[in-house]
């Protein structure tokens, strides 16, 4: 039995991204984007200007794990993928690998994670603390279109 022209078109495209050259340290492309496309950047979580009088700074506090679940549950994976070897995943508009890391701006904090692993399940992201010690990862799935 001949394979159609639609497996040879898909073969040859899979063929053609397997050869291709990873470079290293290149910024990585959204392969669910058209080739081209400059996604608007995302909104930040920033309180508007207040004109009040400015209270004397205290010192910084932590956020508590009930603001580091809130954050968590921002954080959208929107598609996995991999080239080559390696698996990447597209999280809140980035294109990430295992041992990038993301950064959410929320509530008036920062919260940074880095990917440990990325699977057919999702990605496993650390959170990094302010010290830069890592805690239990969670998994988070790729979200359904």
Known sequence: M??????????GLLAAL???P???????RDPFLPIGYQPPPPPMDTPPPSHSHVP????????????????????????ITRRGERAV???????????DRIELRWSGFVFQWRVEAIDA??????????????AEGTVIPATSP
């Not at 004397?56 to 994976?77: F, I, N």
């Open 2 to 11: 001949k394979p159609g022209r639609r497996q040879l078109v898909r073969n």
């Open 121 to 134: 399940r999702g990605v496993k992201l650390v959170r990094i603390h302010e010290s830069g010690d890592d």
């Open 89 to 99: 995943a597209v999280v809140n508009g980035r294109v990430l690998g295992v041992g």
């Open 56 to 79: 004397a700074v205290s010192p910084p506090r932590a956020p508590s794990p009930e603001q580091w679940d809130e954050a968590l549950r921002q954080v959208r994976v929107q598609g």
């Open 18 to 20: 397997a050869a291709a």
């Open 22 to 28: 990873l470079a290293i340290g290149a910024p990585l």
